[in-house]
Nanobody, 119 residues
Framework: QVQLVDSGGGLVQAGGSLRLSCAAS????????MGWFRRAPGKEREFVAA????????YGSDSVKGRFTISRDNAKNTGYLQMTSLKPEDTAVYYC????????????WGQGTQVTVSS
């Protein structure tokens, strides 16, 4: 069993930055890919970015490339999403997730953290 706790969300002006964290408990965090998803008001949850189990490969959606960076520290059982040049359309609840193959197969979800970008 793995528990994921998301944090770091908040209110920021357009152009600003935030760093989200995903703290994991349980033994499988360091062996699985980790990713971030988001759900904007009135929209479906969408994939944002993912990172391989050892951090050697990352990939993300076109909408965040060049602005968001995903990383992880397996020694701390923590994953991160550094978000820069934020836009109002980035406003959403952000969820971290782990699973054997992201974004398609998710085993565990975090509870979500709200990110609001004002114009």
């Amino acid at each position: 069993q793995v528990q994921l706790v998301d944090s770091g969300g908040g209110l920021v002006q357009a152009g600003g930055s935030l760093r989200l964290s995903c703290a994991a408990s349980g033994r499988t965090f360091s062996t699985d890919p980790m990713g971030w998803f988001r759900r904007a008001p009135g929209k479906e949850r969408e994939f944002v970015a993912a990172i391989s189990w050892n951090g050697d490969r990352t990939y993300g959606s076109d909408s965040v490339k060049g602005r968001f960076t995903i990383s992880r520290d397996n020694a701390k059982n923590t994953g991160y999403l550094q978000m820069t040049s934020l836009k109002p359309e980035d406003t959403a609840v952000y969820y971290c997730a782990i699973g054997p193959s992201l974004p398609r197969y998710v085993t565990y979800w975090g509870q979500g953290t709200q990110v609001t970008v004002s114009s």
